[in-house]
């Protein structure tokens, strides 16, 4: 049974930076693409950033140059370094672990990242 399990999220100033983490299990973590998504309320969940096995990286538009996504094989563990953090980058941010049919891939709980001052 896979399970990820998100930490690192809490309440940011404006300009401030935060740096979350998901832990993964009961997978081959090295084989597959990683990916953390968001989810403000009232809309809805968006791509973030995204990392494959190959540790190639992909981001949203509007994160690029402000937020790094980063893997740790040995560790089973994924990164999301966010910095110069906005009011609009509040969310439950979601760690997710991709299968080639986007029904089968897994998710984490969610961690709640609040931007304010």
């Known amino acids: 049974q896979v399970q990820l399990v998100e930490s690192g999220g809490g309440l940011v100033q404006p300009g401030g930076s935060l740096r979350l983490s998901c832990v993964a299990s009961?997978?081959?973590?090295?084989?597959?693409?990683m990916a953390w998504y968001r989810q403000a309320p009232g809309k809805e969940r968006e791509l973030v950033a995204r990392?494959?096995?190959?540790?190639?990286?992909n981001y949203a538009s509007s994160v690029k140059g402000r937020f790094t996504i980063s893997r740790t094989n040995a560790k089973k563990t994924v990164y999301l370094q966010m910095n110069s953090l906005k009011p609009e980058d509040t969310a439950v941010y979601y760690c997710?672990?991709?299968?080639?049919?986007?029904?089968?891939?897994?998710w984490g709980q969610g961690t709640q990242v609040t931007v304010s001052s």
């Open positions: 990392i494959t096995s190959l540790s190639s990286t």
């Open positions: 997710n672990q991709e299968r080639s049919s986007p029904g089968d891939s897994y």
């Open positions: 009961g997978s081959i973590f090295s084989r597959y693409a």
